[in-house]
């Protein structure tokens, strides 16, 4: 019989990797502030609609209503989809550059690779990039894969994201650099 365990990656200490020779936070915040206005607006139009919903049916007040509706789903799930982003990932995260290889911290939990495990580099800038998709930070990502199969990914959000992908690119001359779309 073929046993059924799945194998898990030797984790590196960071604290192997030598000392650290830049370190980047990358805060969520703003996605909270996003979220928790999102969650503002979709009670406040439901404040607005419930009366509306009671009054009895009339016509002049089914557009209205249907509006209200509208707004408080579509407002609910920008919320929703912060919150949940944000459960994920963690309010801070922190990437550190030492000189054996990279670390990442993100909610409580540390995992490092030296240099030589780092397979592929994936950045994608927006091609255009506007007021929406800076403030919701979706003008850049980059996707770092690693030989044991792990993958970090980072964006616009954190501070310093260019020197972060030049400094993988310098120290990683063996990866691969995908081109994103």
Known sequence: MIPLEVPVPEQTDPAALGAVLSRYHVSHKR????????????????????????????????????????????????????????????????????????AHKAKGRIRAWPWQAVASLKP??????????????????????????????FTGALDGYEDLEQAIRANCPQCTVEQGG
């Open 31 to 102: 996605l909270l502030a996003i979220g928790a206005g999102a969650l503002a607006a979709a009670a406040i139009l439901c404040v607005l609609t419930i009366p509306m919903t009671r009054s009895g049916y009339s016509y002049r007040y089914s557009t209205a209503i249907s509006i209200g509706i509208c707004g408080i789903s579509f407002t609910t799930a920008i919320a929703v989809i912060m919150i949940v982003f944000l459960v994920l990932r963690g309010l801070s995260e922190t990437f550190d550059v030492r000189t054996g290889g990279l």
């Open 124 to 153: 994608v800038h927006t091609p255009r990039s506007t007021w929406l998709t800076r403030m919701l930070i979706r003008d850049y990502t980059c996707a770092v894969q690693f030989a044991d199969g792990a993958k970090i990914r």
